[in-house]
Nanobody
Framework: QVQLVESGGGSVEAGGSLRLSCVAS????????MGWFRQAPGKEREGVARIYTSSGSVNYADSVKGRFTISRDKVKNTMYLQMNSLKPEDTAMYYC??????????????????WGQGTQVTVSS
């Protein structure tokens, strides 16, 4: 069974940086995609960024473009989210997700089949 484990969350001041990691165990769907999502208290889960596992093609939510960078190390089977210039509105639980099938990968929760437990990111002003 596929297992996704996130790490790297924490508390930082506005303008700071964090790097999230997601280790994927038994995930071998190389023609699919992985992504990062977040959910703040009282809000719906939103897509942050996603990366196709074969091509490395990426896309981002408008709210994080230019500040966040998604990447993947195929050898380590690990996905990363480098977050710079953090803002208080980035505060949320961040989740790693992976899709089982190929084809177009929308940055929305229903497109993904596997989820991690989440790592908390808190940005203070």
């Amino acid at each position: 069974q596929v297992q996704l484990v996130e790490s790297g969350g924490g508390s930082v001041e506005a303008g700071g940086s964090l790097r999230l990691s997601c280790v994927a165990s038994r995930y071998t769907y190389m023609g699919s995609c992985m992504g990062w999502f977040r959910q703040a208290p009282g809000k719906e889960r939103e897509g942050v960024a996603r990366i196709y596992t074969s091509s490395g093609s990426v896309n981002y939510a408008d709210s994080v473009k230019g500040r966040f960078t998604i990447s993947r190390d195929k050898v380590k089977n690990t996905m990363y989210l480098q977050m710079n210039s953090l803002k208080p509105e980035d505060t949320a639980m961040y989740y790693c997700a992976a899709r089982r099938s190929g084809g177009y990968c929308a940055l929305s929760s229903p497109a993904f089949d596997y989820w991690g437990q989440g790592t908390q990111v808190t940005v203070s002003s």
